[in-house]
């Protein structure tokens, strides 16, 4: 499974490694390009998950604000909930072609 945004390969991965949460594929943070992404300041805590470090990504000569984020140590609920650590996982806003 890739996550593919302006022809750049930003995630991949086996299917059975990401993790499906609210509609969002949630890749392994080794299986990231990590060069593609920078941390942003924008801040946002979700209720169950807790909170979140959201990433700018760069693809080709774009870069795209607050395109992926990531719960770095997600409420220990949420890995319950989930069935699955999820913790460093990182999921692509929906301008990137995940499949």
Not at 16 to 34: C, K, L, M, Q, R
Not at 61 to 89: C, K, M, N, Q
Request: aromatic share 12%; charged share 25%; hydrophobic share 35%.
């Amino acid at each position: 499974m890739q996550a593919v945004l302006d022809g750049t390969v930003l995630a991949d991965a086996d299917e059975a490694d990401v993790v499906s949460i609210e509609g969002n594929w949630y890749f392994p943070p080794e299986t990231v390009t990590s060069q593609a992404l920078s941390k942003s300041d924008t801040p946002y805590t979700c209720p169950w998950k807790g909170q979140a470090q959201y990433f700018d990504v760069q693809a080709a000569d774009t870069r795209h604000a607050d395109a992926a984020w990531s719960y770095p140590e997600p409420l220990s609920s949420a890995i319950d909930r989930v069935g699955r650590d999820f913790s460093g996982y990182v999921a692509f806003d929906r301008k990137v072609r995940v499949g």
